[in-house]
């Protein structure tokens, strides 16, 4: 394994890394600094988010192509039509909006919290938003990060332009093919799980080569602490705390 991803390898005896998917969502607009603040209150080694371009061509950390699921107003439009000054100004819920990716590493760094970029490969200008993701990694004070993508071209193309930072391939349980992450290591440093996914064969086979696993979403105690038994590097949830405090319990019934 590259020393470029040490900063996401679970250390023999410790628990794993528990990062809050899109922050503690489940208490906050996902996505904003208010979601990714209270992951940190609530005890979260990091933060999972993701990043798309707005109508400006800034980075922005918003999940959806459009802000009609996630704004006050079901505002239908694509952000990719949304300039930065006028995206500023929606309202995602209790005063919160959508942040730009420099604006969340900052808190980051400030914090010293671990963060899960993932590039959503559904936007309009692909080629534009990896320019601009590595426009602003090269030339910002970092936290430590790690990339990912769904799109293996993604990642590929992470690896030469941002060859320091580490990367890992997301899969899910609905690909027929690509659920498993098949040459993951010609990619990447790992592979980031749908939860179902890990089991703790596949999990050892990627730790005898130095891979990183980190599983998503993972929301359930019981499912927690079995990825934790079988080995996960990090555990991605919308719950931090809860699955926080379900590992403490393991930990503290088996000394």
Same mark, same amino acid.
């Given at each position: 394994?590259?020393?470029r991803a040490e900063a996401f390898l679970r250390q023999p005896g410790a628990r794993p890394f528990v990062l809050g998917h899109r922050g503690a969502r489940h208490g906050a607009p996902e996505n904003t600094l208010c979601a990714f603040e209270l992951a940190r209150s609530e005890g979260a080694d990091g933060v999972e988010l993701d990043v798309r371009l707005d109508?400006?061509?800034?980075?922005?950390? =918003?999940? /959806?192509?459009?802000?009609?699921?996630?704004?006050?107003?079901? /505002?239908?439009?694509?952000?990719?039509?949304?300039?930065?000054?006028?995206?500023?100004?929606?309202? =995602?819920?209790?005063?919160?909006?959508?942040?730009? =990716?420099? /604006?969340?590493?900052?808190?980051?760094r400030q914090h010293e919290m671990r963060v899960n970029i993932e590039l959503k490969s559904d936007v309009r200008q692909r080629g534009l938003l990896l320019e601009r993701v590595r426009d602003v990694l090269q030339n910002a004070p970092l936290p430590r990060v790690i990339l990912s993508s769904f799109d293996p071209r993604f990642v590929h193309w992470l690896g030469r332009a941002l060859p320091n930072l580490p990367r890992a391939w997301l899969v899910h349980r609905k690909q027929r093919i690509l659920k498993y992450a098949p040459g993951w290591r010609l990619l990447g440093d790992g592979v980031h799980f749908d939860h179902v996914l890990a089991t703790a064969d596949r999990i050892a086979s990627l730790h005898r080569v130095g891979g990183v696993v980190n599983v998503w979403t993972v929301n359930d105690a019981g499912s927690a602490r079995r990825l934790a038994r079988d080995g996960v590097d990090g555990i991605i949830s919308d719950r931090p705390g809860a699955i926080l405090r379900a590992l403490s319990a393991c930990e503290d019934a088996n000394p």
């Open positions: 394994m590259s020393s109508g400006s061509g800034a980075l922005i950390v =918003l999940h /959806d192509p459009t802000l009609e699921r996630v704004s006050v107003e079901r /505002d239908p439009r694509h952000a990719e039509d949304v300039p930065s000054a006028e995206l500023s100004k929606i309202d =995602l819920g209790g005063g919160e909006h959508v942040p730009t =990716l420099v /604006d969340v590493l900052g808190w980051a």
